[in-house]
């Protein structure tokens, strides 16, 4: 039986191999430094769940997740935006984008964790 598979979206080589680590031993994982890398790798290997970073080079991960989403030949799959710059209203952005949840930095390993395993169990 194969492992759930899970993509990285985030820009930062550090806090991408650390979602990389929090995750490998349970998931299968892709990753993808910009936007434009997260839509194509949504496309071709349809990933279970989508963490996402919402600050990104090129297009943000909003508009990667408007792409996604309004990809009609792509299943629903579960889409966590993340972000360390958090305003007001960031949350309720990600959500209006189509993302099924919003963290902040810096993450709490445990409870990412959780979340992720709730959205891939349908809670």
Do not use: H, W
Request: aromatic share 2%; with cysteine.
């Amino acid at each position: 039986m194969r492992k759930r598979l899970l993509l990285i979206v985030e820009d930062s080589e550090l806090n991408r191999e650390l979602l990389v680590q929090i995750f490998e031993d349970d998931y299968d994982v892709d990753v993808a430094g910009d936007g434009e890398t997260a839509v194509r790798l949504a496309s071709t290997s349809r990933p279970d769940l989508i963490l996402m970073d919402i600050g990104l080079p090129g297009i943000s991960g909003l508009e990667a997740v408007r792409a996604i989403r309004g990809d009609p030949s792509l299943p629903r799959m579960p889409i966590v935006a993340v972000s360390s710059g958090v305003m007001p209203g960031d949350r309720e952005r990600a959500l209006e984008a189509g993302c099924d949840d919003f963290v902040a930095k810096p993450l709490d390993d445990e409870a990412l964790v959780a979340l992720v395993r709730n959205l891939l169990t349908g809670r």
